[in-house]
């Protein structure tokens, strides 16, 4: 079976010699094998993530803070990298900003959104890491419209 870091880091095993023909002479060596990694798993979110922005968000309003998380190594891991597909690079609704201490915050584009024209968004977020080569997921936020009082709190 191949050897994952991300399974076992280590491996402890004993070597044993007998020399053939003096049975008597014999010799037993631990022997501890690390497991370097390869940059083989792709930057995800840290958690499941859920934002609410209000009806009445300002223009350029930060409303979330993101991280992320990766099973390999400092090496391959940190820093992440966070961005917006190309394709929606210009997105009308929301917009991105890398902290550059892995993490990211959403913020708000537009004033004002209308729960009842459209309550939910989907955003998809690129989340690269620092391994050779780079690897990177695209993950979906999920953002609620709600209603909020004056001050903005729901």
Same mark, same amino acid.
């Given at each position: 079976?191949?050897?994952?870091?991300?399974?076992?880091?280590?491996?402890?095993?004993?070597?044993?010699?007998?020399?053939?023909?003096?049975?008597?002479?014999?010799?037993?060596?631990?022997?501890?094998?690390?497991?370097?990694?390869?940059?083989?798993?792709? !930057?995800?979110?840290?958690?499941?993530?859920?934002?609410?922005?209000?009806?009445?968000?300002?223009?350029?309003?930060?409303?979330?803070?993101?991280?992320?998380?990766?099973?390999?190594?400092?090496?391959?891991? !940190?820093?992440?990298?966070?961005?917006?597909?190309?394709?929606?690079?210009?997105?009308?609704?929301?917009?991105?900003?890398?902290?550059?201490?892995?993490?990211?915050?959403?913020?708000?584009?537009?004033?004002?959104?209308?729960?009842?024209?459209?309550?939910?968004?989907?955003?998809?977020?690129?989340?690269?890491?620092?391994?050779?080569?780079?690897?990177?997921?695209?993950?979906?936020?999920?953002?609620?419209?709600?209603?909020?009082?004056?001050?903005?709190?729901?």
């Amino acid at each position: 079976k191949a050897l994952d870091r991300e399974e076992m880091a280590w491996h402890n095993i004993s070597v044993f010699a007998v020399e053939v023909h003096k049975q008597h002479q014999e010799a037993k060596v631990p022997v501890a094998i690390k497991v370097i990694d390869v940059n083989d798993n792709a !930057p995800k979110f840290a958690a499941a993530y859920e934002a609410f922005v209000c009806e009445n968000a300002r223009s350029n309003q930060q409303f979330i803070t993101i991280s992320a998380d990766d099973k390999d190594d400092s090496a391959n891991g !940190p820093r992440f990298i966070f961005s917006l597909p190309p394709e929606i690079i210009h997105n009308p609704n929301f917009t991105l900003r890398d902290n550059r201490d892995n993490t990211a915050s959403v913020l708000v584009r537009r004033e004002g959104f209308s729960r009842q024209k459209q309550d939910l968004y989907l955003l998809p977020i690129v989340i690269s890491d620092g391994g050779v080569p780079p690897l990177s997921s695209t993950n979906t936020l999920t953002i609620r419209v709600c209603g909020c009082d004056g001050s903005g709190s729901l």
